[in-house]
């Protein structure tokens, strides 16, 4: 009798979820960490109305074109190595025409901050070297002013390098900043060193706020521009062994649109330039003659508009791999 009751309570337990097995611990199976794919590749191309780099126009206020590629190595979920090539149309005062791009690095992050250190080499193939030693023709601007030659002069190489380093915080998903910081020790191949840091601010608009699909942000930067001593090539008569480059400070602000893997970029662009020191920094081949312009490092009184105010708009189209195609 005393096994029939036993069998029956058991059977009562099961049955009702009561019993031995129920006062078991039951443990949790953990959720599997999802890691990216190793390799991934990016690539995008974009059309603008004008190329802007750093408050200063690269291609003389005209339409430009780029295009990009990068090969990405995914470490772990927090470390990314990768590998680029980009190419912009400008046109420069030494008449090279494009811009050619090699850069690489790493990409870790640590909780809301999202790094990026690297190196980077700006190629500019076809210029031409105008040294102002004979005729118009030896000056980017081939103008000879009333008073004497006016005349810029420019290295026919002008490609350099620099080292970067970045860094992202994400307060949340409406808010990030970037500061970031460059250097290379012959900016423009002048022998002058470039020193540039920013900071950039971020504000991307809620989802509810647009159409389904289309996003939207603002994207504020603040920068400044740290030169050194340029070699004899730029050199004055007051200074015939080179003059200090003006330091600057540029800012813009823009308005961006996204819908899948395009982005309309409407942005204002400005530095605190003079038209004397964007000529200096520029070599501009179409700067003009001004009295008011003349001074120690700008003795030829040439002036320059490349480095004011100015709105472009861009339109771009960016696919990654793994996230896009497959």
Sequence with gaps: ????????????????GVGLAADLPVKAVPAPVV??????IAFGGALMTDYEFRGITQ????GSVAAYSELRYNVNPTLQLYYGNSGESIDFANHAASEIDFYGGFRPTLGASAFDFGLWYYYYPGGLTFNGLGSAATCTNGFFSGIGPACNTAKGNQSFWEVYGKDTYTFNDSVALTGDVYYSPSWLNS????????????LTAPATWLPNGIGAFVTGELGYY???????????????????????L????????????FTLDLRYWDTNLSRANCNVLTADQSGGFNPSNISATNPDGLGSSW????????????????ANIK
């Design 191 to 202: 022998g002058a060193y470039g020193l540039y840091a920013s900071g950039i601010l971020k």
């Design 59 to 62: 291609s003389k206020h005209k």
């Design 250 to 261: 540029t800012w813009n602000i823009g308005l961006d649109f996204t819908w899948k893997v």
């Design 226 to 248: 740290w030169f050194g001593t340029t070699d004899a090539f730029y050199g004055t008569p007051t200074f015939p062994g080179g003059i200090k480059y003006p330091d600057y």
């Design 307 to 322: 480095c004011g105010a100015t709105f472009v708009a861009k339109v771009a189209a960016d696919v990654t791999l793994n």
């Design 35 to 40: 890691r990216p794919p190793d390799w991934d």
């Design 1 to 16: 009798m005393k096994r029939i009751v036993s069998a029956a309570m058991l059977a009562v337990g099961l049955s009702t």
